[in-house]
């Protein structure tokens, strides 16, 4: 049996549900299909069998369409949150495990700290929501370099601008030495303009509608990446950048509370997961406020549409910004309109900033990474005891160690 042939029958038995809605919207199954539904199939068994991509084979109309569904008017927030500044983030992967959150839908806000949950977690699927657009454009930008990519050293050298290394092996080795690459090798300006065009157009085929403004804002955050390299940090406007942020090498370095490398980078297996997902139109950028009219509901209606669940909804810090600007109590009944079960969590970030430390703070983290069941903090503010942040984020919340 070739491996195309093998490829479809892998394809087929290991399909998705939300794949299968997703690939019915494109018109793919139908009682009679038509060669260009069989074409289709035949490109999304190539992609099963070698992980690549043939050049203007996807159709993504129904992503796209999938993104202006969910997505609502944008907002602004004071930071560029080109990298996470959550240093705690893997703190909560082993306790996601125990408690047995996996498959299902995950949502989560942000940049790439998602694709760690998503490693781990496994979803059939995840939607990462954002009151800002520049937040959807650079997940259209990491989108692109993975297709581009094939495998991690491949993508860090696209993502920061330099030449791919001649050795092999590569694909064997854990981060420390990925990021030690990275920084040990110059940056070359020839490739940072060719792989900013790639971009661009490979973008341009996830949306017609991307504007040239939006392009100029995804270079301009390839530029950062490549300017800066795993030097860069997130920074807030009108503030003087804080040297208590971490780097991206940092981020990359993090371990889990049982000490161990677990970023998404850390594992060939675990890039390769979000790689897939991102190739099969799996990860889902969306513009919505998480207290806003739209967004949310949008994304509980969809995911009750294909018959799913979520498994869990990393919000960071975003509710502390929610509770001060009192629109808690609509960010909580948009959280009703989501499909959960018993192993549905919230994953949380708490800041050390301006506030006392949580009562699982770890020592010399500024952040506090915690779970809790949505269903716990739902029947919370059912109770009325949403009202304080310190109760949102210490009352039901599930201890780590």
């Known amino acids: 049996m070739s491996k195309i042939k093998v490829g479809l029958a892998r394809f087929f038995q290991s399909l998705p549900a939300a794949s299968a809605v997703h690939y019915c919207a494109n018109g793919l199954r139908t009682a009679r299909p038509s060669k260009r539904s069989i074409g289709a199939i035949v490109v999304l068994a190539v992609i099963t069998v070698t992980g690549a991509i043939p050049a203007q084979s996807k159709d993504h109309r129904a992503f796209a369409a999938l993104i202006s569904r969910l997505s609502e008017p944008g907002g602004y927030f004071d930071s560029d949150n080109l990298i996470s500044n959550e240093t705690s983030y893997l703190h909560v992967l082993g306790k996601l495990r125990e408690l047995g959150v996996h498959g299902g839908v995950y949502v989560g806000v942000g940049p790439d700290q998602n694709f760690s949950y998503i490693a781990k ?49 590569w694909e064997q080795r854990g981060i420390k030495d990925l990021a030690d690459y990275i920084d040990n090798t110059a940056s070359d300006q020839k490739i940072f303009d060719k792989t900013a065009k790639d971009v661009a157009r490979t973008i341009r085929t996830f949306d017609a509608d991307v504007s040239s403004n939006d392009l100029e804002v995804i270079e301009r955050i390839q530029k950062a990446f490549f300017t800066s390299g795993l030097e860069i940090r997130y920074s807030s406007h009108f503030r003087p950048p804080r040297s208590i942020y971490p780097t991206y090498r940092d981020l990359l370095l993090e371990r889990d509370l049982s000490g161990n490398l677990n970023s998404y980078l850390n594992s060939e297996d675990d890039f390769k997961f979000v790689k897939r997902l991102e190739e099969q139109d799996l990860i889902v950028p969306v513009v919505g406020d998480l207290a806003g009219p739209k967004a949310l509901k949008a994304i509980g209606a969809y995911v009750a549409e294909i018959k799913e669940h979520i498994s869990a909804f990393y919000t960071s810090n975003v509710e502390f910004y929610l509770s001060r600007e009192g629109t808690f109590e609509k960010f909580a009944d948009n959280l009703k309109s989501l499909p959960i079960d018993d192993h549905s969590v919230i994953i949380r970030s708490y800041f050390n900033y301006y506030a006392p430390a949580h009562p699982q703070a770890i020592p010399g983290h500024f952040s506090t990474q915690l779970l809790e069941r949505v269903g716990d903090l739902l029947k919370q503010c059912d109770q009325g005891n949403c009202g304080s942040y310190n109760d949102i984020v210490t009352k039901d919340s599930i201890l780590l160690q």
Not at 136 to 141: E, K, V, Y
């Open 121 to 169: 977690i496994r979803p059939r699927m995840a939607i990462i929501i954002d009151i800002r657009r520049d937040n959807l454009l650079q997940q259209l930008m990491f989108k692109a370099l993975m297709e581009h990519a094939r495998n991690r050293i491949e993508y860090l050298c696209l993502l920061f601008g330099k030449p791919f290394p001649r050795d092999k092996g």
